[in-house]
């Protein structure tokens, strides 16, 4: 079973931020927070990952609270091509990569 | 550079047929995933490669289903006496060595049971 929780979907403007929460209140100390979207009919594609500190790269922002139990993907200006199903992941960096999926968030970007 | 590849795209065949799904990683990456997709569902793990060998197939449904890698590059996951509940979008991911590394994933192959 996936040890995240996340809302079965969003809804976002084009061009403003999109915000996509995460809960994973079990998560272990060596599991890293994955994110991986799926855009219809394509197979999933990385995002960012983060272990205790908030990330950035080009795609994305990480934001992980200090009791690392919730964390919030940001899209800052989203686009119609961010449609997808968003997927935020815990994973063990010992036990070989195994991505457990959850129902995911499908995130719906509005023009 | 090329990403993960995988044949045929779709694949129909009927309930108790035997068939075979082609994965090609990216080169150099010494792991590889299967993961199958149901409609409406997120993707779940079947088994992984390091190297030529499976160091996981925990996700394995039953004994039905077998994947090989006999070089360490390509993969192919065997499906025998195929069902109807077989019916799904089977995965394909590569990445480069570590747990953590990203995972590269393919198109997936659409298999349709009839």
């Known amino acids: 079973d996936a040890k995240t929780t996340q809302p079965p979907s969003m809804d976002c403007a084009e061009g403003r931020a999109a915000n996509l929460p995460c809960n994973h209140s079990t998560i272990s100390g060596n599991e890293y927070v994955y994110w991986y979207r799926q855009i219809h009919s394509q197979g999933p594609q990385y995002i960012i990952h983060g272990l205790k500190n908030n990330e950035t790269n080009e795609m994305a922002s990480l934001i992980i609270t200090e009791d690392r139990k919730s964390s919030t993907l940001i899209l800052p200006h989203a686009t119609l091509r961010d449609t997808a199903v968003y997927y935020c992941?815990?994973?063990?960096?010992?036990?070989?990569?195994?991505?457990?999926f959850g129902q995911g968030t499908e995130l719906s970007v509005k023009p | 550079g090329a990403g993960v590849s995988q044949t045929p795209s779709n694949k129909v065949t009927e309930k108790g047929k035997y068939v075979e799904l082609r994965c090609d990683p990216i080169s150099g990456h010494t792991a590889l995933y299967w993961y199958r997709q149901s409609l409406g569902q997120g993707p779940e793990f079947l088994i992984y490669f390091q190297g030529t060998g499976a160091a996981d197939d925990s996700g394995l449904p039953n004994d039905r289903f077998f994947a090989v890698r006999p070089e360490g590059s390509v993969s192919t996951l065997k499906i025998q006496r195929t069902e109807r509940g077989d019916s799904a979008v089977y995965l394909c991911?590569?990445?480069?060595?570590?747990?953590?590394?990203?995972?590269?994933f393919g198109p997936g192959t659409r298999l349709t049971v009839l």
């Open positions: 991911a590569s990445s480069q060595y570590r747990s953590t590394d990203t995972q590269y």
């Open positions: 992941i815990a994973l063990p960096f010992n036990q070989g990569g195994k991505l457990i």
